[in-house]
């Protein structure tokens, strides 16, 4: 953030800057201004985000704030990425430090290019029964899931079912797993934060924005370029 504010006279003064050599480091600090969300998320250096991982996230998150806000369940939903690197993701911009640099930055006059709309493939990709299996809830796996998602229709009906409607939905070691696991309060204010995350994302599953024209047919994929 302090090389955006470096002067011309400053550059000057540096130990092996000639006036020419100053106006070109000026030139080029001014052209890095403007980088496109991608590469300004690539330069962060985010550990195991490489070009890829970086086109993604501007991608499908469609803006800093979003990319800085998202938490690691709603990352998961990201082509390519898995729990551990969403992980990695949300602890470097949850870092008091790095959120300050970043804010330098801005304050500087770094204008980041190609913000916009959540991307229409990730918009559309969240189930409550996929949301379920994101939780990684111990012994459920996607098929408890997915069972969950059939019976109750909503995460507050999951969290607050009786041992009665669990039992018909799942088998009694995956009901009590679910069971135990929302009864931890840390567990319930995770799950409950991601899925208001998803609506103000426009990318919960009862949102009125999952009908995206353009989406590719069933058995085809998106293919990311840049």
Known sequence: ADLYALTFEQVVDLEGFAELSSKNLLAAIVDSKKPSLARFIYALGIPDVGEE???VLARSLGSLERVQAAVPQVLTYLPDVGLEVAHEIH?????PHNRQVIKDLLRHGLEIQDQGELGAEFSASTTLGG???KLNIPSVGPGGAQKLADKFGSLE???NADWLDMRQALPEKQANAVREFFAVAANRQQAEA???QLRDFGMHWQSEKKVVEGLPEAGHTWVLTG
């Open 53 to 55: 991982t970086a086109k």
């Open 91 to 95: 602890s470097f911009f949850e870092d």
């Open 131 to 133: 949301f379920l299996d």
């Open 157 to 159: 009906a999951v969290m």
């Open 194 to 196: 991601a899925e208001q």
